[in-house]
């Protein structure tokens, strides 16, 4: 079954990371929903590892790139050059022509670099000199964030925000967690090589499994009534687009089919809201004196919105 992959997937990337299950299961259900993952916290909590085992349990290619000030666009998504034997230009593809990306440091590139990623990140293809290269079935950027506070670091507009289907945060771990990881690190420490335990059919098998996952008319209108309310709230300047209401959906569906069901329900539905709204929601500038977050306000809005009947 192609359940049973999920499981094999979450088991090899845990060999390499210590207490991170909810991270874990937030970049799978990205996975099964066809979504790009945004994970932010400081460095050295394991964001990077994280993306790196996620790929090598995956039989799908991988590229890394290291984001800095001096990255071009056409080192994304390609460029084309006069060939001197043919006398024809010939198109010379960028990183993001492969199945999982690592996208490291995503915020320390400039603006206009970042911006290359927009077409893709939705459309699955990039425009080069007016043609139209379409990227690898299936497809997904894991983009890690050090927080915009840190030196050298720029803040990543709102539609670039938009694309990313979820926000992973790791956190620090747990006085144990910690003393598990240094007695691993410990003496001449080599990191356990990773087995591919699944291949690119198994990944579009799961997606398509995630897409049957029934979500009833009732429900939908719930995940509209809580949207609605992100753009009414007096502490929100910018609520959730449409594009963040449809990944709800979808995110409920993934939380489901990871929870053995073929129907999602509201509890999915609640479950997903803070991962897939939070880096969606701007603040009003009231608000943030407040010291108020958007994991609040989302807490708010659940909390006022009626559950859906039967």
Do not use: W
């Not at 008319?217 to 609605?228: D, E, H, R, S, T």
């Amino acid at each position: 079954m192609t359940i049973e992959k999920i499981a094999a997937i979450r088991d090899n990337i845990n060999r390499r990371l210590i207490g991170k299950n909810d991270a874990i299961h937030l970049v799978l259900c990205a996975l099964l929903c066809r979504g790009h993952v945004l994970i932010e916290d400081v460095p050295g909590t394991g964001k990077t590892t994280l993306a790196q085992s996620l790929a090598q349990s995956i039989g799908c290619s991988f590229r890394r790139i290291q984001f800095t000030p001096d990255v071009m666009p056409s080192d994304i998504t390609g460029f084309s050059m006069l060939d001197s034997a043919t006398g024809q230009f010939a198109f010379h593809p960028g990183v993001i022509f492969n199945n999982i990306i690592l996208a490291d440091e995503i915020n320390r590139t400039s603006p206009k670099t970042q911006s290359a990623l927009l077409e893709v990140m939705q459309e699955g293809q990039a425009t080069v000199d007016g043609v139209s290269y379409e990227v690898p079935n299936p497809f997904m950027v894991l983009a890690t964030q050090n927080p915009v506070e840190y030196v050298g670091t720029f803040q990543l507009p709102e539609a670039q925000l938009d694309r990313f289907f979820i926000r992973v945060k790791l956190g620090y771990p747990s006085q144990e967690e910690e003393a598990m990881i240094l007695d691993r690190h410990d003496a001449q420490y080599r990191p356990p090589a990773l087995e591919e335990v699944a291949d690119t059919k198994d990944i579009l098998e799961l997606q398509a499994e995630t897409d049957g996952i029934h979500t009833s008319p009732a429900l939908k209108g719930y995940i509209a009534a809580i949207i609605a309310k992100t753009r009414e709230h007096e502490d929100v300047m910018l609520g959730i687009s449409p594009r963040g209401a449809i990944f709800l959906m979808h995110a409920a569906k993934g939380h489901a089919y990871l929870a053995g069901r073929k129907f999602a329900t509201p509890d999915d539905v609640q479950k997903m809201a803070e991962p897939v709204l939070g880096h969606r929601l701007l603040l009003t500038p009231e608000a943030r004196l407040k010291s108020y977050d958007a994991s609040r306000i989302i807490a708010q809005i659940l909390e006022s919105t009626p559950l859906p009947e039967g």
